[in-house]
């Protein structure tokens, strides 16, 4: 039997491999995404993003919990850690996590630091959450610290996308952005029993009216190579991101969380919106693919002495960089 | 006469207008620097990184006071906005903290908001930076905020990297993290009034204590394509990352900071390491400059509809992105 097989069958230890597989980016990962890929496309994929000390990992516990008492959905949680760039490792993550939720077979949790190469660790955050969409997954939940590139990942990856914040993080002008209010599709304030809640919340109303919450990322993404954007539907109604109070460690408010959240997956099934982002997603993912194999065959092409000749000049600044690529790239069509 | 030759005379608006073009990722932008390109390689990177609330831009600001003040030193400030990937913005920041420097001919800051493109400010922000060096600068600081890609990114810039802490933040098991002190040169905790800064410093103690502060970023580095890793000089003084309390707001622990800043610079001068820094953030460059003429090339040899049909395989689910992307690289080789 493949491995494809083992995980279509619900095999938590087949599942278990092939992660580690995909993160170490092993060629048979990458045959078995293949296989699986077919069987993809019925998770709702969430992002949960926020600042470190907002509670964001303690909120996700509580709301796979919910999922699995109130809906007996199956869950999974791969939480990816950008700030950890070179140990591969979140593990204390994990096993604080663990407490609640684990000898539950419908609840998959994962860590994953990235290995610090640009774009890899979005590609293999993709892979990873498809494999789980196979292998029957409801939801799935990405969390990722913010702020930064891996935000605008995670809104890529996700159907709904969360933005944590919390009262007293932010009295520097840096703490609420723009950007973030641009990727959010709803907005949490966790921690809501500490006082300064109520100002935090009024900055993000009035940030919100400031903002055009009209699908803004996937204006952006047109600038990509070859993506399409779907033309915005105007008879489609627009979604203004809601703002929900939490206080995580008592699961206040998750029911009403969840509750938005589904409310979110609706307004997106209603209109073009779910099959546009699934749409850009896999364009970007293609993206990755194209740039990872021109870059391999481009390893094949140049010899490492005719680099090294060439890179020795920029590094004595007799030319520049991008006379160098010239250089090498001629080279190749000769 | 060109726009390097201005630039190279020290005319400031040619600079700023340059600055623009790089940014917007305009042809001339790239003429300018092969042509400013020889001139680089003299002034002093220093990336400064920390999350949001930890008073970095206020840091910084005095940072750059005190050189300009005490050590009559040509200051550029560019600040990397990665949290606001959208607006392109950044504005803000940019008006708070040019009351203390503006006026100063020899100080210029400039706030660049990323645009949301995988490797695009890393590529941006190495450019500006090659810009102030060429126009003469002495200290081109780069700040960031943390946590993620970016200050990666900044750290494989900068000949010395700065990251800043500060109390009160941390109660968090995120809060601090490896990864982060592996790409610090220097620990700065800031906000040294606020109750906790000595747990804060106690911590980041027995993170170093833990953490071993070799030169990891670049064994990392050497995953990446032909990029030659110098062989650990055993010779060398092995550098043990300081930690420096400042309250930047009154402008205490700066001069000890800037002190700091000297003797890291001279340490890696004193080695290897100075000219290996320089030797990795150029080869970073050239693999982005590569990866960047390969999509250009990709995108001119294939056409929009042969794009478009397979991509719709991969959106009914017919066949993954991964042999997608192989049916169109064949296709090209034909």
Sequence with gaps: MTTSQDILNGNRLALAKLLTKIENNAPEGRDALIELFPHTGKAHLIGVTGAPGTGK????????????????????????????????????????????????????????????????????????????????????????????????????????????????????????????????????????????????????????????????????HGKSMNVDVPKQNTNTKLWIPPIQRTISTEGVGIAELAELISKHATHLLSGEGWSSRVRIRLQVEMEALIQESLMNRFRQDISKEKYDEVFEKVFQRNISPWEAVKMLMNGRLK
Tied chains: 1, 2.
């Design 57 to 220: 990992s303690s909120l996700v516990n509580q709301l796979a919990l919910h999922y699995r008492k109130v809906e007996d959905k199956k869950i999974a949680i791969l939480a990816v850690d950008p700030s950890s760039p070179f140990t591969g490792g979140a593990v204390l993550g994990d096993r604080v996590r663990m407490r609640d939720l684990s000898g539950d077979e419908k609840v998959f949790i994962r860590s994953m630091a990235t290995r610090g190469s640009l774009g890899g660790l979005a590609q293999s955050t993709a892979n990873m959450t498809q494999v789980f969409d196979a292998a029957g997954f409801d939801i799935v939940i990405i969390e990722t610290v913010g702020a930064g590139q891996s935000e605008v990942d995670v809104a890529r990856l996700a159907h709904t996308t969360l933005v944590v914040e919390a009262p007293g993080l932010g009295d520097d002008i840096q703490a609420i952005k723009a950007g973030i209010l641009e990727i959010a599709d709803i907005l949490v304030v966790n921690k809501g029993d500490r006082p300064g809640v109520e100002n935090t919340e009024k900055a993000l109303k009035s940030m919100l009216d400031l903002a055009h919450p009209t699908e803004k990322i996937f204006r952006h």
